[in-house]
Nanobody, 114 residues
């Protein structure tokens, strides 16, 4: 079973920044486009950002211009740099393949509040 491990969440004030990391088994990054997802209480999990094997990036409209997804195949890690955070960004953040092919990790909590 593939294990994904997210980290880097925390409490930040509106306008602040956080950088999330997702440790991925080595073979996975050469097979799948990867994505970040988030789930807020009472809401469905939603896709936030994705990056293809070739490095092409896509973003949900709600985070475009504020979030940046990247991948480092040598470190087997996918990143999500989040800037200008808003209270509505508060959620548990998860990584997975863009098609959600893998088992979900535990996620990392991001709370944006003053």
């Amino acid at each position: 079973q593939v294990q994904l491990v997210e980290s880097g969440g925390g409490l930040v004030q509106p306008g602040g920044s956080l950088s999330l990391s997702c440790a991925v088994p080595s073979r996975i990054l050469s097979i799948y486009a990867m994505g970040w997802f988030r789930q807020s209480p009472g809401k469905e999990r939603e896709w936030v950002a994705g990056i293809t094997i070739e490095g092409i990036r896509n973003y949900a409209d709600s985070v475009k211009g504020r979030f940046t997804i990247s991948r480092d195949n040598a470190k087997n890690t996918v990143y999500l740099q989040m800037n200008n955070l808003k209270p509505e960004d508060t959620a548990v953040y998860y990584c997975n393949s863009n098609g959600e092919h893998l088992s979900w990790g535990q996620g990392t909590q991001v709370t944006v509040s003053s």
